[in-house]
């Protein structure tokens, strides 16, 4: 032990003792006792992918990973495939942390991956191997309600505070059935069981907005998987990006879920000693192979026992990694540590005892007991279906929350607000009064006016998605994996609370552009006019999230959205009139959404003043009803192939394993 030595300054008694708990541990409960008890087992769990292999046209072996000779179909199969994991077993406790660890390619995230039955499906991937519940081998739609996994990344809505983000998270996440008062009391538990309660009014924030630090951002987001009082929590590196205090505080108060009667299994990467001194069991992998399984606190007299000796006063976890990296700074060192790898990998697997996989988590008692006294209303049977709650609350929630989130995303807002302000006033300065003059150049110039201010409506639509929803998608991304709710009701949602939105900025730029020009001086005509306008902008924001889903990074999404729009500018009827088309290219015009709305807005505004008739022959056949329809029926479709694609083609998609 270590003596407290004490400085006065100031009058003030200064001490450092570095055995001290944090203080945040101090906040924590240690009353939520945790009933249902899972012990976990993995028996023989192997996962491999395909590989390219280039093949060398003059010669097989040049460049090649394939030999000369031919090989034996079995072998060469083998050769394609890249074994991830290979035949690794393991358990996990109920009350105990289990620490993944090994060097960066080791399988640690393939590992907890398969455990969580959250390895994403690729083509070809094969995962073999049992993995046992309470005894039991596992059965997917028990093991999701039991287990919740928390996820590397942080995404979560920046201009939510901490509260609001946990309540969302529990009025999605538990059933109908369970008063909203009980989910309160929940997310209040959580955030005492987390030390969140002094920044639980608190905005999450994100890089442009300042929120809560990085620690108490993870623990937000473990929080946020704590709703539904899971029984086994999988953890993806809970501590990159964090500062060594605060990755200590997210593991502290991981280590009291743990001893809250929990299965805590996390990969970790170079845990401080501090930190690595929190876990029961350790699990070292490297090259898909485990190096060593058992408690963490033996693990160096383990290796020392095979006269890998750890020097004194260093940390244990730094000792592990040198020693099971493989280097390959020169092909010698490569072989070296390859070898001794091999070495360490078989000297497991012929010491290591098999795991028995019936339950040894013997059912806490009196913790039961107290927990039935203290919490029996918070017990909640979790309904079979995939979903915890019907569509029309799921529906309602997300709808109050992307309100709220509609008015707080300041940036945003101000960013669009100037932008309507400023070109509705310059595009009102430009051609004031134009609309009221009679000559036909004047009148002329008004379809310019017309297709700019479409033009200016579809790229508004259009950067008002590309900024925000990539983020926006993340999330939606993570929270589908967890099942809280329906592709449909937040697709719906979303459309619902978009709309008032960009009819509001519609409107405002319309009040401003329509009587600066001058166009005609009907309440209806105006009306239209804010309609089509109106439509434009949405079916261009429809168009924006359909690409940014399909595309999946915001990158792409943003060199392929402009040339939509810029296709659709080019046959939308202004540039080169709908008639002077040649054949072969003239159908393009009726795929231009932007030739519907310019077509609309003319048969708007020309129609019984003066030269009206003579400029509308250059525009289309159609009424203004009909092109309104097309445009209206456009923007279904697109918003239809947003929703298709949000559901199929980004939807959650899991490996399971062979015997599953
Ligand atoms: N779907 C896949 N296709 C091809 N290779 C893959 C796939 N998934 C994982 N790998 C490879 O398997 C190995 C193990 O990956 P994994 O992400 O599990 O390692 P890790 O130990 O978590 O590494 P890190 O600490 O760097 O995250 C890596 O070499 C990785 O490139």
């Known amino acids: 032990m270590t003596s407290v030595e004490t400085v006065t300054h100031n009058g003030v008694d200064i001490t450092y003792d570095p055995n001290e708990e944090l203080d945040f541990a101090s906040e924590l409960s240690t009353s939520a006792r945790h009933t249902q008890r899972v012990d976990l087992v993995w028996k023989d769990l192997t996962l491999s992918v395909p590989v390219k292999v280039k093949r060398n046209k003059k010669s097989k072996t040049e460049g090649s990973k394939l030999p000369d000779a031919a090989l034996p179909p079995e072998e060469e199969q083998a050769q394609r495939r890249k074994t991830i994991l290979k035949g690794i077993s393991g358990e996990a406790r109920a009350g105990t942390m289990l620490a993944v660890m090994g060097s960066s390619g080791a399988g640690k995230t393939s590992l907890l991956n398969l455990l969580a039955g959250r ?14 519940l309470n005894g039991e081998a596992r059965n997917y739609n028990k093991f999701r309600k039991l287990a919740a996994y928390v996820l590397q990344d942080d995404d979560m809505f920046a201009e939510l505070t901490v509260e609001e983000q946990l309540t969302y998270a529990a009025l999605l996440r538990l059933p109908s059935s369970m008063p909203r008062e009980k989910k309160l009391m929940r997310v209040q538990k959580i955030i005492q069981e987390l030390g969140l309660g002094k920044v639980k009014d608190t905005m999450i924030g994100s890089h442009i907005v300042r929120g809560i630090s990085g620690g108490e951002r993870k623990r937000v987001n473990i929080g946020t998987e704590l709703v539904t009082n899971p029984s086994l929590l999988f953890l993806d590196e809970p501590t990159t990006g964090l500062d060594s205090f605060n990755a200590l505080n997210v593991m502290t108060a991981l280590r009291q879920l743990a001893l809250n009667g929990r299965t805590i299994i996390s990969t970790i990467h170079q845990p401080r000693s501090s930190i690595f001194a929190l876990f029961d069991q350790l699990c070292l992998l490297s090259e898909g192979r485990v190096m060593y399984f058992g408690p963490a606190k033996d693990a160096v007299t383990y290796f020392s026992a095979l006269n890998f000796r750890s020097p004194s006063q260093f940390n244990p976890a730094d000792f592990f990694l040198d020693l099971l990296s493989v280097d390959p700074r020169s092909a010698e060192r490569e072989a070296n540590t390859k070898a001794r790898v091999e070495y360490i990998g078989d000297k497991y697997a012929a010491q290591a005892t098999p795991i028995a996989a019936e339950a040894q988590g013997v059912p806490d008692m009196e913790a039961a007991a107290v927990e039935e006294e203290n919490d029996s209303n918070d017990k909640v049977q979790l309904r079979e279906t995939m979903f915890q709650t019907n569509w029309f609350n799921e529906f309602r929630v997300l709808c109050t929350r992307a309100m709220k989130l509609a008015f707080r995303e300041r940036a945003a807002n101000g960013a669009r607000l100037g932008q309507v302000i400023f070109f509705s006033i310059l595009l009102g300065l430009i051609w004031l009064n134009n609309g009221r003059k009679e000559s036909l150049p004047e009148r002329q110039s008004l379809a310019g006016v017309l297709f700019f201010i479409v033009i200016n409506q579809s790229f508004g639509g259009v950067f008002a998605v590309i900024f925000g ?34 009819l509001f900025f519609n409107t405002l730029f319309s009040i401003i552009v329509y009587w600066m020009v001058g166009f005609k001086e009907t309440a209806a005509a105006f009306f239209i006019f804010v309609l089509i306008i109106f ?45 002077e088309l040649d054949g072969w290219i003239s159908w393009a015009k009726y795929l231009s959404f932007i030739f519907y709305a310019f077509n609309a807005l003319g048969h708007n505004e020309f129609p019984g003043r003066p030269h009206g008739e003579k400029i509308l022959q250059t525009f289309n056949n159609l009424t203004i009803t009909e092109n309104i329809l097309v445009l209206f029926a456009i923007l279904i479709i697109f918003r239809l192939i947003g929703y298709l694609f949000l559901k199929f083609l980004r939807g959650p998609k899991f490996l399971k394993l062979e015997s599953e």
Do not use: C, H, W
């Not at 390895?119 to 046992?132: D, P």
């Not at 902008?537 to 999946?552: C, D, F, Q, Y």
């Open 119 to 132: 390895v994403s499906t690729s083509k070809g991937a094969k995962a073999s191997g049992s993995v046992f």
């Open 469 to 502: 929803f990539p983020l926006e998608r993340s999330v939606v991304t993570r929270e589908r994996a967890s099942n809280m709710y329906r592709t449909s009701s937040y697709f719906l949602s979303k459309t619902a609370t978009d709309l008032p939105k960009t």
């Open 535 to 579: 439509l434009t902008s949405v079916l261009s924001e429809s168009l924006a999230i359909a690409v940014s889903i399909m595309t999946g990074d915001a990158q792409t999404a943003a060199g392929i959205i402009p040339v939509f729009i810029i296709l659709a500018l080019l046959f939308g009827g202004f540039f080169i009139e709908s008639g």
